[in-house]
């Protein structure tokens, strides 16, 4: 079936983009994300924060899928380690949020990402997330070098 490119474009415009920084995402606060007061419930924020994680990593080249799968020599996965968050302001039922997410640093097995979760340019929640790799015996494995390029950008050029 033909559709003219138009998979490839939704399909793109699910992930995000990555920007000079990190990365964007865009996303749309539906019913299910509100409380009894249509103000986003306070955990499905993690759930925002969580996909501009995942999609920066996907476009950075690393798939959970792969990760998993032990494509890099044993199966490794993502840990949350430590989270501190700060709520601004209430996010609505209807409103177009952005997930803006850089690596502010990485060290051994840890990667420190600062992410901002956006209503136009009012920033409504920040985040620091600090990730961690462990492998299948659930200690931490180093961060591969050739994915510091991929993750601090801004160090890169």
Do not use: C
Request: glycine share 8%.
């Amino acid at each position: 079936m033909n559709d003219d490119g138009e998979s490839a474009v939704l399909l793109a415009g699910i992930s995000g983009t990555l920007t000079k920084t990190g990365h964007r995402l865009m996303a749309r606060v539906y019913y299910a994300d509100t409380d009894f007061s249509g103000v986003v419930y306070h955990a499905r924020y993690l759930e925002f924060l969580e996909r501009g994680r995942s999609d920066y990593l996907r476009l950075a080249g690393v798939h959970h899928t792969e990760l998993i799968e032990g494509k890099h020599g044993e199966r490794i996965v993502w840990v949350v380690r430590r989270m501190e968050i700060d709520f601004r302001s209430p996010a609505r039922i209807d409103d177009i949020l952005t997930v803006e997410t850089r690596t502010a640093d990485i060290s051994g097995a840890r990667i420190l990402m600062a992410q901002q979760l956006k209503r136009g340019e009012e920033v409504l929640v920040e985040a620091k997330v600090q990730a961690a790799i462990i492998g299948e015996n659930g200690r931490p494995r180093r961060f591969p070098k050739e994915w510091i390029a991929a993750f601090m950008p801004q160090a890169a050029g």
